[in-house]
């Protein structure tokens, strides 16, 4: 019965003391500071990480779809841009390649007008006749500008390397208020007088189907050779006297022809015209 009675009176503290070991247990089973943890431990452990990882994953990549969604726009607009941009840079590139492309001919036209004696009516080049050739041509300016039928019209050419002459290149054959069609000398229907500058020997060009310069002298023992430029005589006043026509490429002469014939390559590139001038008289 004493016992009993002891168990009793010291039941509560019995308790109390217990409760305090199994904390202090769980508390140093829980420590961080801990090296190894205990099989259990290490079996919840196990169970649980995957689940943790796969819902840290899907919890990710949820979020990063609800990002790119979120920035659809942004890029769509940042795409618009780059787009504008690029189209910017393109536009700028063919107008240097244009400028690039179009040098020598800007360099000739701007020597040509400071040493050039002429009068000259600046044009453009609207329009052609099909084919590689500008044989036939309009030009934007026209009976406003000053402009007549029967002008000469010219081009800068470089001659020697370092001279720039007064290319012929054509004349008006038909005008209008504002605009003018320009028969070149490579036309088939076009006849140019001329003289070769070494001897003064002349005679007459004429263009063909084929887009090609060809003629014969008055004087079939003229003194001519491979090399020799010819200008414009200005017989029969259809062009204006002393422009450039290009230099001979051939010299002809068959026994049963009665004329000495040649073959000339034109100063001005009749693939390429931009822009010319017309020689106001």
Do not use: C
């Amino acid at each position: 019965m004493i016992k009993l009675s002891k168990f009793k009176k010291y039941k509560d503290r019995m308790i109390v003391t217990t409760v305090a070991i199994i904390l202090i247990v769980i508390i140093g089973m829980t420590s961080s500071e801990r090296i190894k943890i205990t099989g259990f431990e290490k079996a919840i452990g196990n169970i649980i990480s995957p689940v943790e990882k796969l819902f840290f994953n899907v919890g990710k990549s949820v979020s990063n779809i609800f990002g790119t969604i979120g920035n659809i726009g942004k890029f769509k607009e940042e795409n618009e841009q780059l787009k504008k941009k690029i189209a910017l840079l393109e536009e700028e590139n063919r107008k240097y390649e244009d400028i690039i492309g179009k040098t020598d001919f800007l360099r000739n036209e701007a020597r040509l007008k400071e040493k050039t004696s002429y009068k000259l009516i600046d044009a453009q080049v609207v329009g052609k006749e099909p084919g590689n050739w500008f044989d036939r041509f309009i030009i934007d300016k026209g009976l406003n500008d000053g402009i007549k039928k029967g002008d000469t019209v010219i081009q800068g050419v470089e001659v020697n390397k370092s001279l720039i002459q007064e290319g012929v290149v054509g004349r008006i054959t038909d005008v209008g208020d504002n605009w003018a069609k320009v028969s070149s000398i490579v036309d088939e229907s076009s006849n140019i007088s001329f003289r070769v500058t070494r001897t003064q020997d002349g005679g007459i060009l004429s263009g063909s189907v084929d887009n090609k310069l060809s003629g014969y002298f008055f004087d079939n023992k003229a003194d001519v050779k491979k090399g020799d430029k010819l200008f414009t005589s200005g017989l029969g006043e259809s062009y204006v006297k002393d422009l450039y026509i290009g230099e001979v490429k051939e010299v002809v002469k068959k026994e049963e022809d009665l004329m000495k014939r040649v073959v000339v390559a034109p100063a001005v590139n009749f693939k390429k015209i931009y822009r010319v001038h017309v020689i106001s008289n």
